[in-house]
């Protein structure tokens, strides 16, 4: 494998990857990522979740390097949450995502930027599933609206729905038939306990915004080595110098990428730093 002879930031997924299947950060991977601080590498976490949930590892971590959220729609700084970088859908799209949704007779659920008054938007309790319901109840910052107002909201960055399988399948298919957009399909794993359909711009993507960050710090991306597992980290894996797929690994990231370390369960994080970007064994 040819490897420059440094690299210089380091770009870590959370769930899967950072964190052990419980979501726990193990002592092994913080002491590694600690390492690489020391060593005066950058190191920054490129997740799908928000600021709230992705500061607490980055604290836990001593990270000072802005963050790259929400499936790299939105760069915050770690510490102050600043919005540095914000990718929403342009106003037609959302419309016509949101459309789908309703017509679908399933609630759309709008997370928008820290930028915006508020973390989440809706329709009606009337249209939420079971999920949507448990899911919301959880949100302190939601704003509930009339569903002709949902499509003229403002920094939105993404629409998710949640609901059973069956419902899903047929609207995620509508939704990815439309170019415009990036579509995921979500199944219940250890860290999620619903099906969700998550929507968001299709130029956006962790590699977009590692790429901004990255040029903000005179780093291009062949000076960048990755760490992801899931579908999401696809692109992010493919653009930079080395691409490092956890051993639990989606089939697809694994062909995608470049190394392969141990699991999450295995300290794989703490594998990749040392084997590629401190040299240690």
Request: hydrophobic share 45%; proline share 6%.
């Amino acid at each position: 494998m040819t490897q420059p002879t440094t690299y210089r930031m380091i770009a870590i997924d959370i769930d899967g990857t950072l964190l052990d299947p419980t979501g726990h950060l193990r002592p092994a991977v913080r002491d590694a990522v600690r390492a690489a601080v020391e060593r005066g590498v950058l190191v920054t976490l490129a997740t799908g979740r928000r600021f709230v949930d992705a500061a607490e590892a980055a604290a836990e971590l001593g990270l000072e390097l802005p963050l790259v959220l929400n499936h790299g729609t939105v760069i915050q700084d770690s510490v102050t949450g600043e919005v540095l970088y914000e990718d929403a859908l342009p106003a037609h799209l959302l419309r016509a995502v949101v459309a789908d949704v309703l017509a679908a007779g399933q609630q759309p659920v709008l997370h928008c930027s820290p930028a915006a008054e508020f973390d989440v938007l809706a329709g009606p309790f009337a249209r939420d599933s079971l999920a949507a319901t448990n899911y919301l109840r959880r949100q302190e910052r939601l704003l509930r609206l009339p569903d002709e107002a949902l499509p003229d909201a403002q920094h939105v960055l993404s629409v998710a729905v949640l609901h059973y399988d069956d419902v899903l399948r047929p609207l995620y298919a509508r939704l990815a038939a439309r170019a415009a957009c990036t579509v995921t399909f979500w199944e219940p794993g250890p860290i999620w306990p619903d099906y969700l359909i998550e929507v968001i711009h299709a130029e956006c993507s962790k590699a977009t915004a590692l790429r901004h960050l990255a040029e903000q710090y005179g780093i291009g991306m062949h000076e960048v080595v990755a760490i992801g597992d899931e579908r999401n980290d696809l692109e992010m894996l493919a653009s930079v110098g080395l691409g490092v797929a956890m051993g639990n690994a989606r089939p697809e990231v694994l062909a995608v990428a470049r190394a392969r370390v141990g699991s999450n369960d295995q300290d794989g994080v703490a594998e990749a730093i040392y084997r590629f970007v401190l040299n240690k064994p």
